[in-house]
Each structure stands twice: as structure tokens, then as C-alpha cells.
């Protein structure tokens, strides 16, 4: 199973250290691709959904694409992107995960490789909600 990994959040720093520290803790997740989106095209803070929509149209031949985001413009500009989709069966591919962005991407990129199925990294990150 192939799935994409969309950190989106207003800092292009917090999106690229993620990406660096999972990309390093998640050595053996050859079936993971991590896309740092964080900022905005300029280089400010802020989120772009055409940034995020160019990803989803880019790894539209994945299994699945998980979208972490930080708070609530990264969420609308990830809704926004996927509302830009005219292909229902990307849109199906695309899950915006309700859970915090840094312990949700990291646990759910270090265990995917004991993890059979899309619903099982779900309740794992659920699990991590009940937490906070």
C-alpha cells in the first residue's frame, strides 16, 4: 500500500523539522512518501491549498493520502484543495486526520509498517486524541 503523507500547518519550519524527524525515525517506510506544505509560496506563515491541491493531483495513484494539519486555515485551505478535485476517486483516496499534527504524522508514520489496514491507523490516532 502506498500512502502519501501532507503536513500542512502555517510554519514551513514545523512542517520540514516533522518531515525531517519522520523521514529519520521511519527509515524502513518505503510504502510512506512525506510532503512538507507548511507556509505559504512566498515564504510566510499561512497555509496555500493550491500547493496542497498540486499534491493531491501529483500522488493521485497512491493508495491513500493522510493530510495533518495544525489548526483551523490548514484545515479549510486542505478542504479547499480537495474541493478543487474534479476525480470523486482522488477525493475518496483523501483523509483530513483529526488529530494533533506532530504526535499524530510521527506515531502513525513509525507504526504503519505493523499496521494491516487504513481503519487501524485510524483507531490508533484516535487513540491519541483521547489523550489530549
Known sequence: MMISFILVSHSKKITDGLKEMIDQMALNQENVTVFSLGGTSDGNLGTDPI???ETFQERKSDDAILVFTDIGSAV?????????????AI???????????VEGAFMAAVQIENIDSLESIFEELKSINKKF
Open 91 to 101: 477525493k475518496q483516496k483523501i483523509h483530513i486526520v483529526n488529530c494533533p499534527l
Open 76 to 88: 479549510m485551505s486542505s478542504e479547499a484543495a480537495v474541493d478543487m478535485l474534479d476525480d470523486d
Open 51 to 53: 500547493a496542497i491541491y
